[in-house]
């Protein structure tokens, strides 16, 4: 068997060719888009969505099946849940075709907002640990026929690491991955010790392999919940019926929620002679998430008294979704930097770059602008996209007192998608700020001197 | 045995040296992982670095304090960012760069290796070195790694000042 590189993108370029599926939409939005852009399968059709109202009425359009990507950031959840509830309610009703949604959150807090969210209002979700399960996943929907009236759908959500990780691998047998899936559970119960490890997302994989290397399947058993769904109360149940010590790996997700609700339930009740002793790791070491998944063979191995951990990191590190700055962006910040003294830099999440601060939206990034009084200039660095949806935002940030220059960087957009957006940029703010280009201002650096407001794309 | 090797650059650069470094694994049958990590330290100063882990079991996921063998910086950084990578830069070490855009006395405490590769070298320079390094790591023959920047790098000009560099980096 050959070896393959598995990325987000080879794995559902891979499925799109296995399933003959031809249609797939693309979220504007600079973290979709970097997944959209390596899947260059020539039949593929690539629909750009701009929002998720717009992906509603293509999804309730299609006769055909379709896998969709989305990258979820915190101000859209509450609409991505409203939208995602009546999808899903559709296609259990009235069916339709077959599809997967990607949901690619740029964060672990969204991640844990949006599973909390998704719980509460019944909407299945599958949370992959790996991204061979993401080829389960998708196999798993597309492999099934249909009931009468009904349609099969994954909503898959992927945490912030799955957009950069590539790994190479043995690769993957999709025939026989297809005999393991279409029946049955993808969750994952591994070893017969008497502590159990109950997690979801990429973590779990971390764990296994961890397990596996250092023989620690008589000691922990490691469960794996991967389908969010309205059974999640029943595995919890059969999880605590088994085991009186169970760790976690943070105390804020839906898994430590809905289990210690049901140990309270179950010990009101009688039904289990002990009190169950739940552990967030987080808590016990008293680290943040990122830190926890860092260093979490050590730790695991310091429960079992076989090791220390020492929480002494003075870098934290985090796998957030993120697209870095170009050159010529980078170029542009220093020339800036060179003309106006005291100038600092706010960086529009999922964009990220040095030596300024980054904001989640265009919220945010007002805020600072009023909230901090002793800078000469404010420059803006955000995706070109950012503007659809947020021309209020960016219209209030321009009309502040403050000096202002919004570089937008056009990374992963087509020729024609660009001049739509300028287009759109140039109808709404055009009469208020000098608009020009890299190469203009870079030429003609005294536009910065000359112009209290200035948008650079 | 598990190598973990950091790059600070831009996206551009960073994917060819990941194709190349990717053919490599598979030739030698490694496992390899590459992931984009945000570091920031206490003051709020951050980088975005790009880490590859090669190993013979599946490689750990993250990176912690003194962990990583090699980092290779293609871009201009800031002291703050050179300070943190300070951190994640396991003890003897190695660290390459060109045109002196790094001080290297930040790096003191590891007591690396520092590889500056002068004034008159440019990006592809640093790009060879790197492949020549990791190709006697995963002990692949030269004529095996001109094989890979042949097919890797598509666009005829950056083909041959990279196997030009390549050449000279390996020359004996």
């Not at chain 1, 597309?142 to 009468?148: A, D, N, Y």
């Amino acid at each position: 068997m050959g070896r393959d590189r598995l990325s987000l993108s080879s794995v559902l370029e891979k499925i799109m060719s296995h399933y003959n599926i031809n249609q797939l939409y693309v979220f504007l939005d600079p973290v979709a888009l970097k997944v959209a852009q390596r899947i260059t399968l020539g039949k593929i059709r690539k629909t750009y969505i701009s929002d998720i109202s717009d992906f509603y009425y293509h999804a309730i359009d299609s006769a055909e099946k379709f896998i969709a990507i989305a990258s979820l950031k915190k101000s859209l959840l509450p609409e991505f849940i409203l939208v995602l509830d009546k999808l899903v309610h559709i296609s259990t009703q009235n069916g339709g075709s077959s599809w997967v949604m990607v949901i690619v959150c740029n964060d672990d807090r969204v991640m844990n907002r949006l599973l909390k969210a998704a719980y509460d209002a019944r909407i299945p979700l599958t949370v992959p640990p790996s991204l061979d399960m993401v080829m389960g996943i998708c196999s798993k929907t597309f492999c099934q026929r249909p009931k009468k009236n009904t349609s099969s759908f994954s909503i898959v959500c992927c945490g912030p690491e799955f957009i950069d990780l590539e790994v190479l691998k043995e690769s993957a047998d999709l025939i026989a991955i297809e005999g393991n899936v279409c029946e049955g559970e993808l969750d994952i119960a591994y070893g017969s010790g008497e502590i159990a490890i109950v997690a979801v997302g990429s973590i779990i994989d971390e764990i296994l392999g961890f397990a596996n290397q250092e023989n620690l399947h008589n000691e922990i058993t490691i469960y794996g919940i991967v389908d969010l769904d309205v059974n999640l109360d029943e595995k919890l149940l059969s999880i605590l019926e088994k085991h009186a010590n169970i760790l976690l790996i943070r105390n804020d997700d839906i898994i430590s929620e809905r289990l210690r609700f049901i140990a309270e339930k179950l010990l009101e009740e009688g039904k289990i002679p002990y009190i169950p002793n739940i552990i967030s790791i987080g808590d016990l070491v008293g680290s943040d998430n990122e830190n926890v998944k860092v260093g979490l063979r050590s730790i695991i191995k310091d429960i079992l008294g076989k090791g220390l951990y020492f929480n002494k990191q003075s870098i934290r590190t985090s796998m957030d979704a993120g697209i870095e700055c170009d050159k010529k962006i980078v170029e542009l910040l220093d020339a800036i930097d060179k003309k106006v003294a005291r100038t600092l830099r706010i960086y529009v999440k999922p964009i990220y770059g040095e030596n300024g601060i980054h904001a989640d939206d265009f919220y945010d990034a007002y805020s600072v602008t009023k909230t901090t009084s002793n800078y000469n200039a404010y420059t803006i660095i955000a995706h070109l996209t950012e503007i659809l949806g947020n021309i209020k935002h960016i219209d209030r940030i321009i009309h502040s007192p403050a000096r202002i220059i919004l570089i937008f960087s056009s990374m992963f957009l087509t020729g024609s998608q660009k001049k739509a957006i300028l287009k759109e940029l140039t109808k709404e703010l055009g009469k208020h700020v000098k608009i020009v280009s890299y190469e203009e201002i870079l030429q003609k650096i005294d536009i910065i001197e000359r112009f209290e407001k200035i948008i650079v794309t | 045995m598990e190598f973990s090797f950091a790059l600070l650059s831009d996206d551009k650069t960073v994917e060819k040296i990941k194709d190349i470094v990717f053919e490599m694994a598979k030739m030698s049958n490694l496992i390899i992982r590459f992931q984009r990590i945000f570091l920031r330290d206490d003051k709020g100063n951050g980088t975005t670095i790009y880490v590859f882990k090669i190993s013979n079991i599946y490689p750990q996921l993250g990176i912690s304090e003194n962990s990583i063998d090699y980092i290779a910086i293609l871009k201009k950084t800031s002291i703050e960012t050179q300070e943190i990578l300070s951190k994640i830069l396991r003890d003897g070490g190695i660290i390459v760069f060109p045109k002196r855009i790094v001080d290297a006395s930040i790096f003191i405490n590891k007591a690396p290796s520092i590889i500056d590769l002068g004034d008159d070298k440019d990006e592809y320079d640093v790009i060879a070195r790197i492949v020549s390094d990791i190709s006697k790591l995963l002990m692949i023959s030269r004529s095996n790694v001109i094989k890979i920047l042949r097919t890797v790098v598509k666009e005829e000009d950056e083909n041959t000042r990279l196997i030009e560099a390549y050449r000279m980096v390996t020359r004996r």
